[in-house]
């Protein structure tokens, strides 16, 4: 693949995925992450792309609303509501929870008001939902703000998580299948992989449109409890 077509793959990738890091770009265009840091500076010269430590974004991202969180909040709304009910259930009084940045924990986040005294995340908007609370103590992570989705990403925010512990991680997925559970953005993987090793215990949230989705990533095999709201 030559070089001009190489670059053009990693823009429109960027493009798509607004983030990625720099093995993240390789795999995706098949070449050493030294041949993409040349290509990402190629691009930065040519002012579509920025690059970040660990990786690279987009300044023209697509016009999707795939991944907005506002967006796709509103999508299966009763289901997220009902598997924040169950989940939050799950939690008991006092324990330390850990809550990623998917629509489906921020409906879980909205629960856990009187259950939780520390909330750890990556999430703008459950950071935000318990901002005026004088009963919460809030540990925001550090990173790059994915603004799309409100979350925080990239090195800082895995080197976080790396150092903190919970009872119980809360975390999302964009599918599930027999072979794991799956998430769309490598970036979003590294930091749920960080999320899971300083956890006591896992549980997934999944709404039914999930099920026997496949995407490109999954974080990795841990012992987890599913919350899964099954088609009515």
């Known amino acids: 693949m030559q070089a001009e077509e190489r670059q053009a793959k990693i823009e429109a990738y960027l493009q798509r995925s607004e983030f990625a890091s720099l093995e ?9 992450t030294s041949t993409v840091r040349r290509d990402l500076a190629t691009l930065e010269a040519g002012k579509t792309i920025r690059r970040t430590h660990g990786g690279a974004r987009s300044l023209q991202p697509s016009k999707s609303d795939e991944f907005v969180f506002n967006v796709r909040d509103t999508h299966q709304v009763a289901e997220k509501e009902r598997l924040g009910e169950a989940c939050a259930a799950l939690i008991q009084p006092g324990q330390n929870v850990i809550i990623d940045s998917g629509t489906t924990c921020f409906h879980v986040a909205k629960r856990l008001d009187d259950k939780v005294a520390q909330i750890i995340t990556n999430s703008l908007p459950v950071a935000n939902l318990f901002s005026a609370s004088v009963r919460h103590e809030v540990h925001l992570s550090g990173g790059v703000i994915y603004p799309r989705l409100g979350t925080l990403v990239g090195p800082h925010a895995v080197e976080t998580f790396s150092r903190m512990h919970a009872d119980v991680a809360i ?8 072979e794991g559970i799956y998430n769309s953005h490598a970036l979003i993987v590294d930091i749920q992989r960080a999320m899971m090793a300083g956890a006591a215990k896992v549980i997934f949230c999944l709404d039914h449109t999930k099920f026997g989705r496949r995407s490109t990533f999954f974080p990795q095999c841990c012992p987890i409890r599913v919350v899964c709201e099954s088609p009515k």
């Open 171 to 178: 975390l999302s997925g964009s599918g599930i299948s027999s």
């Open 24 to 32: 993240e770009l390789a795999q995706h265009v098949g070449v050493s």
